[in-house]
């Protein structure tokens, strides 16, 4: 597999690829910085992974690369270590190459899905509970996020029983519920109590919605008053679920804020040093375009 840059270079691995906006987030903080250093998006099929790490060990220019669907399990093999939180969430979407081609694993999407959250995690809250819906790998991270940040969960996906799997692996303490996904799909008339001091999200933690993907069917009157709907689907930006919520007088939070923000963690394993997080407002403007 031939190298296409002679310097320092980072890249994205996926299968598509195409539809990859980690190019243009590490290049846009790459200029505002001065690193002389390139990053850009390879095609690598599942069959190809262990050939590409393989070839990548050996390159001292390759810094690591983020690695997207459907890779964050299958490249573990690869690995000769898994940090925390990736160990823990059994997903990497991150490798870095250390020292003498030795090949790191990390998972920085936990951080960068809190990270629009923080300020609101700050507050004192005397319950908090998250619906999530889907049971992929993002959802393992997420998961293992708001488990940490005291959260009840409700846990939905098409097999319910793989969602109930999912929850005691990762979250094995919590009396947290697993769910069918089609049971918020249809309106409910549930008589919500008092949220007065409760923090309530609303997670799409699937592909549904996605350009080219099914819509998410969700029901509003499943989220308690004063819930935030969050969605991490990023193409495009402004999704159904997102529209819907703040028509119904919803909080919400783009997928944007989560991949800019895992792409923050990452770009500092790579280079060495932080994103100019400053520019962001300028980021998304470049990404939305």
């Avoid at 850009?40 to 099929?45: S, W």
């Avoid at 694993?105 to 809250?125: C, I, K, M, S, V």
């Avoid at 005291?150 to 929850?167: M, Y």
Wanted: glycine share 10%; charged share 20%; net charge negative.
């Amino acid at each position: 597999m031939t190298v296409p840059f002679s310097g320092p270079y980072a890249e994205v691995i996926g299968d598509p690829i195409a539809q990859s906006k980690s190019p243009a987030i590490h290049g846009f903080w790459l200029e505002k910085l001065g690193i002389a250093a390139d990053y850009h998006a390879t095609l690598v099929k599942p069959d190809g992974i262990g050939d590409y790490l393989a070839s990548r060990r050996t390159d001292p220019a390759w810094r690591g690369c983020n690695v997207t669907m459907p890779h964050k399990q299958l490249v573990q093999p690869s690995l000769d270590a898994i940090e925390e939180p990736a160990a823990a969430i059994g997903a990497v979407n991150t490798i870095r190459r250390d020292g003498d081609g030795v090949l790191t694993g990390h998972n920085t999407d936990a951080e960068g899905f809190l990270e629009p959250l923080r300020p609101l995690l700050a507050r004192q809250h005397y319950f908090r509970m998250a619906r999530i819906l889907g049971t992929g790998g993002a959802a393992r991270a997420i998961v293992t996020a708001l488990a940490g940040e005291g959260f009840i969960l409700v846990l939905a996906g098409r097999d319910p029983a793989k969602a109930r799997a999912l929850l005691d692996e990762l979250a094995p303490n919590g009396e947290h519920h697993a769910v069918d996904l089609a049971h918020f799909a249809s309106p409910t008339d549930f008589a919500f109590d008092d949220r007065e001091g409760c923090c309530d999200l609303i997670v799409n933690a699937s592909p549904l919605g996605m350009r080219g993907q099914p819509p998410l069917a969700f029901d509003w009157s499943h989220a308690p008053p004063g819930s935030i709907a969050y969605d991490i689907v990023t193409d495009p930006v402004e999704t159904a679920f997102l529209t819907n919520a703040r028509a119904a007088g919803f909080a919400t939070i783009d997928g944007l804020a989560m991949l800019i923000g895992q792409a923050a963690a990452a770009f500092e394993l790579f280079f060495g040093q932080p994103a100019p997080r400053e520019h962001d407002a300028d980021l998304r403007a470049l990404l939305t375009r």
